[in-house]
């Protein structure tokens, strides 16, 4: 399911934004970078990662067969290097700006959504997506997003399940 939902962010990734400000100045330190990604109010995956590497990152799980908002989650404790906190920290501050979804020309519905969350000195900047646009103009963005919830998830499919969190 997962990633079905991955593909179509791939395909469709749109957003609304705040902070306009650093996603325009590639900030290169943050001491947590956080994202999640949803869709009708339900978690597909999330993770938080902080600059000295502790993190986690939760993933949605279903028993085939039952129906959509029957899952529950498992969290996966998350202990990087420097060498893999910084590759986080490069793919997030190589995000690009947020497309304008007002001046969104295609767009469909019922698409997952989420937030990539950067914190640095107490302050949290998010940037805000959601899938439906699908607009040329956020192919930078989608891909950028993709590659660094693959990357964590990656890092976080890899670590043993701590507990479930239903």
């Known amino acids: 399911m997962k990633y079905v939902i991955l593909a179509c962010l791939a395909a469709a990734l749109g957003s ?3 902070a306009k400000d650093k996603f325009a100045a590639g900030d290169s330190h943050y001491d947590i970078v956080a994202f999640e990604l949803k869709s009708w109010g339900v978690p597909i995956d999330s993770w938080s990662v902080s600059a000295d590497g502790a993190g986690e990152w939760v993933e949605t799980l279903r028993t085939e067969g039952q129906g959509f908002r029957d899952y529950h989650l498992a969290r996966h404790a998350l202990h990087l290097t420097p060498a893999q906190v910084a590759q986080v920290v490069r793919a997030a501050a190589a ?5 304008d979804e007002r001046s969104c020309k295609e767009s469909v519905t019922d ?4 937030t990539l969350r950067l914190t640095r000195g107490g302050r949290t900047e998010e940037l805000r997506f959601s899938n439906n646009c699908r607009d040329p103009g956020n192919l930078a963005l989608i891909q950028r997003l993709q590659a660094l919830d693959t990357l964590v998830s990656a890092w976080g499919k890899a670590a043993p399940a701590l507990v479930d969190a239903d």
């Open 16 to 18: 609304g934004c705040v």
């Open 95 to 99: 995000v690009p700006p947020p497309f």
């Open 111 to 114: 698409m997952p959504y989420g």
